[in-house]
């Protein structure tokens, strides 16, 4: 069984049936790419793994266990805030807390879930305290990672797109989810900005982080996935190696989508370098990961 | 009647007045909120009589109001009804309550359905989120138009004379009548302008406080 097993997950808004049955697996340690033309259900999926919207039918299992199932009707607030935390998601617009500067932005959720948790598991004001120590550390650490340390005590309104998104990585990261989900996370950003995003992306690949990226710049899906997946109307149209979908591509659907996307040079020109750039950030990222054990997702 | 004998009877009225503003703020701002989740409510039924309720209260004149809250009870009911002071406080709260509720209201309806989803994607309960994402974010956004409405209640204040409650303005009313002097009705624009001075300072301040961060 995979480590992230999605099983015929469907979900309808009104009449409309917007995801018709999605089953796919993913093992720890891979890259899944979404793509797909506009209206498709990519965004729908992956709120539906971060279980912010409910789907109609279906089960999904990270690790063989169980963290939805449509069939258990509605759960209380609490476990579904603990079986949302299997995945973490990076929005498209960022949506960092602005009364909150760079660190806080990071530690604000990690501290008031390591407070319930441990006063749940008994522990002293103490120990807690010193948890509490660790999570600025383990923020320093993220913040180095996406190359921001020196922004630690910014605003995010003081911060340019890319820099937000970095700090959004960061902040997703700072919870150490199973798997991490990325919702177009620089159709935001002007195209200068997009590099940036993506080499922190890119460098986050390692055995142990599992990832599932919504894009549509199909160079980077390429270079950085062991898997993609071309959604349309709602169904998997297609699903294979980064090779067996760009080079290869079955369906009339998705030799069309490739085609069109190629024509609007979504491509290595936007995102700005090169396959051997990116063997390179994912090498660093690989060594980054083997340096700091906390930043280990 | 010499200047100090009218300062200390119009004081007098100025501590009704600013009787009546206190009570009122103290009232309609918890009652606003509570006004306000109403109108925002997921049931349907909710929804329309909070929302037809605020319309009525902010389409009719308060005057109206406090005069019908103190006659009203008496002509339909042939009741007590309320005391004058009792009366006027209990239309002003009302009052206010629907204008803050709606000033509320858009605050909390500006904040971006992300914020919220940020929130529970990073494992936050409701409350949490209400409490540490959005609270501060929906109060910067509310300090300008609150301030405004506070500093329109000052002035309000003053129609409480239509059931012969003698605040600041009817305080100055009455010497004009009795002594047949006309500057204390000009002097008692002072006690407002202070005070509403002051009012304008302390949003400001509130305001400076909160500029620290954008958006
Ligand atoms: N909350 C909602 N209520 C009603 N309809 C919705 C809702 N969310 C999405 N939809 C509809 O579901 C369909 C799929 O939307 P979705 O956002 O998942 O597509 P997408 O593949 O992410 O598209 P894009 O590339 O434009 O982001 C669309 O037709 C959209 O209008
Ligand atoms: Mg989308």
């Not at chain 1, 992956?46 to 089960?59: F, Y």
């Not at chain 1, 990270?62 to 607030?77: M, T």
């Not at chain 1, 940036?196 to 390429?222: D, N, P, Q, W, Y």
Request: with cysteine; charged share 20%.
């Amino acid at each position: 069984m995979a480590f992230l097993q999605v099983e015929d997950i469907h979900k309808s808004f009104g009449q409309e049936e917007v995801l018709k049955g999605i089953s796919f697996g993913l093992e720890k340690g891979e890259v899944l790419s979404i793509i797909g033309s506009s209206g498709g259900g990519k965004t729908t999926l992956l709120r539906s793994l971060n279980q912010l919207i409910i789907p109609d039918k279906g089960v999904i299992k990270v690790n063989d266990e169980i963290v939805f199932d449509a069939s258990e009707g509605k759960l209380s607030e609490s476990m579904l805030r603990d079986r949302r935390l299997h995945f973490g998601l990076v929005f498209q617009q960022f949506n960092l807390f602005p009364q909150y500067n760079v660190k806080r932005n990071l530690t604000l959720a990690a501290e008031l879930l390591c407070k319930e948790r441990g006063k749940a598991a008994g522990k002293s004001a103490e120990e807690i305290k010193k948890e509490i120590k660790q999570l600025d550390a383990k923020a320093y650490a993220l913040l180095v990672k996406v190359g921001l340390e020196n922004k630690i005590t910014a605003y995010p309104g003081e911060l340019s797109g890319g820099q937000q998104q970095r700090v959004a990585i960061a902040r997703a990261l700072m919870l150490s989810p199973d798997i991490l989900c990325f919702d177009e996370p620089t159709s935001a950003l002007d195209p200068e900005l997009t590099g940036e995003v993506l080499k922190v992306i890119g460098s986050l690949k390692s055995s142990e982080s599992t990832m599932v990226i919504v894009t549509h710049e199909m160079e980077f899906a390429r270079k950085v996935s062991d898997k993609v997946i071309f959604m349309a109307d709602g169904v998997i149209e297609e699903m294979g190696t980064p090779a067996e979908i760009f080079d290869d591509p079955k369906s009339a659907k998705l030799q069309n989508f490739l085609n069109k996307s190629q024509n609007l040079g979504i491509d290595d020109m936007e995102s700005g370098f090169n396959a051997r750039e990116w063997a390179k950030v994912a090498q660093d990222g690989e060594e980054c990961l083997k340096d700091n054990e906390l930043i280990r997702f | 009647m010499s200047f100090l004998e009218v300062t200390v009877n119009l004081l007098d009225g100025f501590k009704t007045s600013l009787f009546i503003f206190f009570i009122t703020l103290l009232g309609a701002l918890p009652l606003g909120l509570i006004i306000a989740f109403g109108s925002m409510s997921k049931v349907k039924i909710i929804r329309t009589i909070t929302r037809t309720f605020v319309w009525i209260i902010r389409g009719t004149p308060l005057m109206l109001q406090i005069i019908l809250i103190f006659y009203g009870p008496g002509l339909i009911f042939h009741t007590n009804g309320l005391g004058r002071l009792p009366a006027v406080l209990v239309a002003f709260i009302i009052n206010y309550a629907a204008y803050f509720s709606e000033i509320y209201r858009g605050g909390i309806e500006s904040i971006a359905q992300g914020q919220y989803e940020a929130g529970q994607v990073l494992g936050m309960t409701k409350t949490q989120i209400f409490f540490k994402v959005v609270l501060l974010q929906v109060i910067k956004r509310i300090i300008p138009p609150m301030g405004n409405e506070i500093i329109t209640l000052v002035k309000d204040t003053s129609l409480a004379r239509v059931v012969s409650v003698t605040e600041l303005l009817k305080a100055a009313q009455d010497i004009v009548g009795l002594k047949a002097i006309i500057w204390p009705i000009f002097y008692i624009g002072a006690f407002y302008l202070l005070f509403t001075g002051l009012l304008t300072i302390l949003f400001r301040f509130i305001e400076k406080k909160l500029d620290y961060y954008k958006g």
